[in-house]
């Protein structure tokens, strides 16, 4: 079986049927036909007002968010989708801190279901720092099919390392 390293703690038998539709060429299919459109969020701007929006059906209460941006410079996949950063900063004579939510670029033309889940991890991180229960119980909180998302994300991660060469579902 070859290296599904987007899908390693996933059980043997799920890494196995993903192997066999990559095998035969159907894991792309798979995909469009789950998910055959795009989300209009392509701007910095709407991807700031679509965050807020989902913040502020969820998370009323928490913290404000200075910026929130696509990044060309998340780079390892397979560690970041995107970063939730809390900066502080000396301002006159005083310490400022903000937080920054930043989603790598490759999710700019993807499913809207895929960028709902990365924001929702990433508002998460608003309140809870770690990854542990009550991080995972905020997520479902605001996208409820968090856990299936996840990992059709990596199912999308593995479909990109694997099609190398070929054009990219959601024309990347």
């Not at 987007?6 to 159907?26: D, F, M």
Request: net charge positive.
């Amino acid at each position: 079986m070859q290296s599904l390293k987007y899908l390693i703690h996933y059980p043997e038998e799920t890494r196995n049927q993903v192997s066999a539709l990559i095998r035969e060429g159907r894991l792309g299919g798979y995909l469009l036909k789950k998910y055959p459109d795009t989300h209009p969020y392509t701007t910095d701007k709407a991807l700031y007002d679509y965050t807020i929006e989902l913040k502020n059906a969820h998370l009323r209460n928490s913290v404000p968010i200075s910026k929130i941006l696509y990044d060309t410079k998340i780079r390892d996949l397979q560690s970041a989708l995107g970063t939730h950063t809390f900066v502080s900063r000396v301002q006159g004579g005083k310490l400022k801190a903000k937080n920054e939510i930043r989603i790598a670029n490759l999710f700019k033309k993807s499913p809207e279901p895929f960028l709902r889940m990365i924001v929702a991890h990433e508002l998460a991180h608003l309140r809870e720092k770690e990854h542990n229960k009550a991080f995972y119980k905020l997520c479902t909180h605001i996208e409820p099919a968090y856990h299936q998302l996840e990992f059709e994300v990596r199912l999308y991660l593995t479909y990109l390392e694997t099609a190398r060469g070929t054009d990219p579902l959601w024309g990347h």
